[in-house]
C-alpha cells in the first residue's frame, strides 16, 4: 500500500483542482483523501500536482527497423521522464505492422523494455499502401487499439470504404490524417507571405478542410469509429463542428508543437521546426486552442517522431519531417496553462481523459477502482531545455534553448513508482 498526500489533485473528470491525495493498492486507487494532512507513514507531496498519467495517443517508435532512432528502451525512459503512462504507438516502422506476427513482436519487445504500459495501432492497408486492407479482425485479437495508415491517405475510395465498413463491423478504431495528398505532396511550409517570401514550397490551409470533409463523408457513408489524429486550421473546425452534432463517431486530435508554435519559428530555415502537417499561422494556432477549451478537440498528443541527425542537416525542404516530445510535452503543455489558454483541468482531459475514454480504457481519472497511473509534477519549475540531456535517442526538439516551466517529478504505473527526479 502506498499513500501520496498534501497534493493538489488535478482532477479532469470532475473538473475540480483540490487538496488532497491518494492511496494506491493492487494497482488500483483505493481511496482518495481530502484535505492536506500527511497521514502516518505516507508520502508528502508538498503541495505538488498529482494528476492522472498522459495517454499519449500517436507516438513513433522506430523498433522494428530503426532503432537506431528510438528504441522501446529510450522511448519508455523518456516517457516515463515525461509523466507518460500509456504510449499509444503508430504503425509506421519498417516493416509496417501489418500482421499478428509483427504487432506480437513489437509487444514483446514493448514489454521487455519499455517501464511504461504500451498499446500498439496497426496499419490500415497492407505496407500502409493503399491497396488492399490488413486482417483487421487477427490483429485486433493480437491486440491492435486502432489502425491507421499514418500520413500516407489511402486514395482508393472504394479500398478505403471496404476498410471501414470492416473495421466498422468489429467496433474497431480508424485514426486518420486529414490531408488531401495532391496538395500536400512536398509542401514543406503554409502558403502565405511567409512561405513565399522564404521560397519555402507550401500547402493551402485547404488541404487539411478538403481531407477532413472527405473523411466526414466516408464516416457518414460507412458508420466507422474515427479519430482524426491532427486539426491544425481554423478552417476544419466548422466541418468539425457539424459533423459531431450531426452524431457521427469522430473525434479528433492535434500535436503539441501546432498548439505552442507557429509558422514563423521556422525563421532560418530551421529543420527541427518541420513539421507534418506544417506549422501554421498565429490565427490558426489561437483558433486550434480554443478549439481544445471549449473540448471541440478532444486530444493533445505528443505526435512524437524521432529523426536522426542525418536526416535533419538538410535543406529545409529536403529534410525529414517530425520532432520527439514525450520528455517536452509537459513543459509544452504548461506554455498554454500560464499564457491562461488552458486550465490544468481542460490539459488533463485532453491528454489523460480523452484519449483513455476514446481507447476503452478505464485510465485518466482520479476515481476510486480506477488504475494508479500517475503523475506528480510541478507547474511553475523552471528549466532551460538541452536536448542533449533528452532521453530520446534523438534529438530533434524545436524547444532546445527555450526557456520553459514545469517538471515531472515522478511518474507511477499501476501504483509502482516507475521514475522519480531524485532518481534521475
Known amino acids: 500500500m502506498t499513500i501520496l498526500a498534501n497534493a493538489r489533485l488535478i482532477d479532469p473528470e470532475s473538473h475540480e483542482v483540490r487538496a ?6 493492487g494497482g488500483l486507487i483505493a481511496e482518495v483523501l481530502e484535505g492536506a494532512s500527511v497521514p502516518a507513514g505516507a508520502t508528502d507531496l508538498d503541495g505538488a500536482c498529482l494528476a492522472p498519467g498522459i495517454v499519449d495517443l500517436g507516438v513513433k517508435v522506430s523498433e522494428p527497423g530503426e532503432r537506431h532512432k528510438e528504441s522501446f528502451r529510450s522511448a519508455g525512459r523518456a516517457a516515463a521522464a515525461g509523466g507518460i503512462t500509456t504510449m499509444v504507438t503508430r504503425p509506421d516502422t519498417l516493416p509496417t505492422i501489418d500482421t499478428p506476427e509483427v504487432l506480437e513482436f513489437v509487444a514483446r519487445r514493448a514489454a521487455e523494455d ?8 496497426a496499419a490500415l492497408t497492407k505496407g500502409r499502401e ?22 500516407r491517405v489511402v486514395t482508393d475510395t472504394r479500398v478505403y470504404g471496404r476498410a471501414l465498413t470492416y473495421a466498422r463491423s468489429l467496433g474497431a478504431l480508424v485514426v486518420v490524417h486529414v490531408q488531401e495528398p495532391g496538395l500536400s505532396a512536398g509542401a514543406a511550409a503554409t502558403s502565405g507571405k511567409f512561405a513565399s517570401l522564404r521560397g519555402l514550397p507550401a500547402v493551402s490551409p485547404m488541404a487539411e478542410r478538403m481531407g477532413l470533409d472527405r473523411e466526414i463523408g466516408m464516416a457518414e457513408m460507412t458508420g466507422a469509429r474515427m479519430h482524426v489524429d ?8 466548422p466541418p468539425l463542428e457539424r459533423a459531431k452534432r450531426n452524431g457521427l463517431d469522430i473525434t479528433a486530435g492535434v500535436g503539441i508543437h501546432h498548439l505552442t508554435l507557429n509558422e514563423f519559428d521556422v525563421a532560418d530555415y530551421r529543420t527541427f521546426f518541420k513539421l507534418k502537417p506544417p506549422l501554421r499561422s498565429e490565427d490558426d494556432r489561437k483558433a486550434v486552442v480554443e478549439a481544445v477549451a471549449s473540448g471541440l478537440i478532444d486530444v493533445i498528443s505528443s505526435m512524437h517522431t524521432p529523426q536522426d541527425e542525418e536526416s535533419k542537416r538538410l535543406p529545409f525542404e529536403e529534410a525529414a519531417s517530425g520532432a520527439v516530445a514525450l520528455e517536452t510535452f509537459l513543459p509544452a503543455l504548461m506554455r498554454l496553462y500560464h499564457g491562461g489558454d488552458l486550465d490544468l483541468c481542460q ?17 485518466g481519472r482520479l476515481a476510486l477502482g480506477a488504475p494508479a497511473d500517475l503523475m506528480v509534477f510541478d507547474p511553475d519549475a523552471p528549466l532551460i531545455l538541452d536536448r542533449f540531456a533528452l532521453r530520446s535517442k534523438s534529438k530533434n526538439t524545436p524547444f532546445d534553448g527555450a526557456r520553459m516551466q514545469g517538471r515531472v517529478l515522478s511518474t507511477w504505473v499501476a501504483g509502482q513508482k516507475i521514475w522519480s527526479r531524485g532518481d534521475a
Not at 488533463?348 to 480504457?361: K, Q, T
Open 20 to 25: 488532497g491525495g491518494l492511496r494506491l493498492e
Open 114 to 121: 519499455a517501464p511504461v504500459r504500451v498499446l500498439s495501432m
Open 130 to 151: 493503399g491497396r488492399e486492407m490488413t486482417e483487421i479482425g487477427f490483429l485486433l485479437d493480437a491486440g491492435a487499439v486502432a489502425f491507421t495508415d499514418c500520413d
Open 230 to 237: 491532427q486539426i491544425t486550421t481554423a478552417r476544419a473546425l
Open 347 to 363: 490539459i488533463f482531459r485532453a491528454v489523460s481523459l480523452n484519449p483513455s475514454r476514446r481507447l476503452g480504457r478505464d485510465t
